[in-house]
């Protein structure tokens, strides 16, 4: 539990980073770029600036110098990643003693959540599934499987295949609109990292809270029929209900259908 709650708060931290680096990747800016920067007046942010949460709230949302308001993915970014870091440590750890495969593990499911968040805040602010995300993520799958995890490879392999020829088949019979192939390679990591038949729940939510939304956004005409809709946030938050539940929901599923 100590542990745990250590994570949630190296998860604030964690979150303001990666929301720093959903913003770089896109644009194709180094990561190393320097100290945080305002982006409406370009002034350098100070070490007190920069607190997860407490400086969103202590400044009511808006920068120090120039007063325009903060984008609201800074305090999401750091809460939302130290509630999933506390999620994924309680899942992985599940006993006070802890082995050399169970801190592997854990460091593995936290790299592979740091990516998913990074995943859905480049996508939702500027459209765009950076490779530069996506293939590190891929490569680190393939080498989990492969050294700590390996009767799950080849399962986990066919899961990945199957989802990326899925989503390929749409994006060609669509003919790319509302989906591209940054979705398509998504999907494959998604197949390797969840396996069967979390991969299933994980996209089969992400298409239903998707379809939903969109018809919450149209009808509230926030977003026109005409206006893409980034699919990448759907498909991360199915992989996260995927990952803790899928098991659960698969069960429940085939219970209803009479199985
Ligand atoms: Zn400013």
């Given at each position: 539990?100590?542990l ?8 604030l ?42 400086s ?8 120090r ?35 050399y ?57 066919l ?73 990448g ?27």
């Amino acid at each position: 539990m100590l542990l745990s709650l250590f994570l949630l708060f190296l998860g604030l931290f964690v979150g303001s980073f990666l929301n720093v680096l959903s913003d770089r990747f896109p644009r194709n800016e180094t990561v190393v770029k320097g100290r945080s920067h305002c982006e409406y007046c370009k002034k350098e942010l100070q070490w007190y600036d920069l607190i997860p949460l407490f400086s969103f709230i202590f400044l009511k949302g808006k920068c120090r110098y120039c007063h325009k308001k903060l984008s609201f993915s800074y305090p999401l970014s750091e809460l939302g990643t130290g509630l999933i870091f506390f999620i994924t440590s309680l899942f992985v750890l599940n006993g006070p003693i802890y082995t050399y495969d169970i801190v592997i593990k854990l460091i593995f499911y936290l790299f592979m959540a740091s990516s998913l968040i990074a995943i859905f805040f480049a996508d939702l602010k500027h459209g765009v599934i950076p490779d530069k995300i996506i293939f590190p993520a891929i490569l680190i799958n393939l080498l989990y499987l492969l050294l700590f995890n390996n009767h799950f490879l080849i399962q986990n392999l066919l899961s990945g295949l199957g989802a990326l020829l899925f989503f390929l088949l749409l994006v060609l019979v669509t003919r790319g609109r509302g989906m591209g192939l940054g979705d398509v390679k998504f999907s494959f990591l998604i197949g390797l990292f969840l396996g069967f038949p979390g991969v299933l729940i994980g996209l089969y939510l992400a298409f239903l809270t998707g379809a939903l939304i969109s018809i919450i956004l149209i009808l509230w005409r926030k977003k026109f029929l005409k206006d893409s809709i980034p699919f990448g946030p759907f498909l991360v938050l199915g992989t996260f209900i995927g990952l803790y539940f899928g098991n659960l929901l698969y069960e429940k599923l085939l219970l209803l259908m009479g199985f």
